[in-house]
């Protein structure tokens, strides 16, 4: 059977009014959103399962609500013989923010956190509990590179807060040439290309997409936005979605 290649691109929509639509409107709804970080390398040799595990949300229907996938690719295994070009020291920082948080003397690849908690899948083979706490609506608009986010908390005594913003890059392929994964090629997803935080008295914020970290290029993108206490890396409520997108067989 043939697989046609396709894609969609999330165009600018016109309201009968003449007004313009978001390009992407995102709404998380009162339910907390299932955020899974994964910390991981391409020079980490038992990083591959827990990547395959994540990779495969990518066609789960269930992508973005409840589940919302994001791969951080860390520095501290670049000494060893592979530079992964999708490491940046601030996500081994934000990886170590989570250790100091939870008292944990190490951190190590891979690692799970959902939403916030440290959290073992076992042999890949199950989900994080869908159980989840009424925490308030986020709402995020994308037009172009300019995004506009607004967070209703049900605590209505919520005060500072900071929006944080990721842009994913899917599809992505590296043939690893050194270190503990020679000779592999390692397909990604979720994976964190740039990020940026910037914080609000007022639970709204007005800003722009981070930009992709230099040779990182895809065909394929996400944007991933998050609320959390200020200094926090736990993450109170999430949104994520596509902002283009191309499926090849």
């Not at 170590?96 to 076992?122: Q, S």
């Not at 964190?192 to 914080?199: F, G």
């Not at 109170?236 to 283009?244: M, N, R, Y």
Request: proline share 6%.
């Amino acid at each position: 059977m043939l697989v046609r290649d396709y894609v969609i691109v999330l165009s600018v929509l016109i309201c009968s009014n003449g007004m313009a639509k978001a390009d992407v409107h995102l709404e998380s709804g009162e339910q907390q959103q299932i955020m899974m970080e994964l910390y991981t390398s391409e020079g980490c040799s038992s990083c591959p399962p827990a990547e395959k595990y994540l990779n495969n949300f990518y066609n789960n229907s269930r992508l973005w609500k409840p589940f919302i996938p994001l791969a951080f690719h860390v520095d501290y295994w670049d000494k060893l013989g592979w530079q992964d070009m999708y490491a940046r020291p601030d996500y081994s920082k934000r990886q170590r923010d989570y250790a100091k948080k939870l008292g944990a003397r190490t951190i190590y690849t891979p690692e799970f956190f959902v939403n916030g908690k440290e959290w073992r899948p076992g042999f890949y083979t199950r989900l994080p509990q869908l159980n989840r706490d009424i925490v308030g609506n986020l709402q995020v608009d994308v037009n172009g590179q300019s995004l506009t986010a607004v967070f209703f908390p049900v605590q209505a005594d919520m005060g500072k807060s900071q929006l944080n913003i990721a842009l994913l890059g899917m599809n992505l392929h590296s043939h690893i040439r050194a270190g503990e994964n020679a000779g592999r090629i390692a397909t990604h997803q979720f994976v964190v290309l740039a990020q940026k935080t910037i914080h609000s008295d007022s639970n709204t914020w007005e800003t722009t997409l981070p930009q992709f970290q230099q040779g990182a290029t895809t065909n394929t993108q996400a944007v991933v936005v998050w609320v959390s206490e200020p200094g926090s890396p736990v993450p109170v409520q999430a949104v994520g979605g596509f902002l283009t997108r191309e499926d090849k067989p």
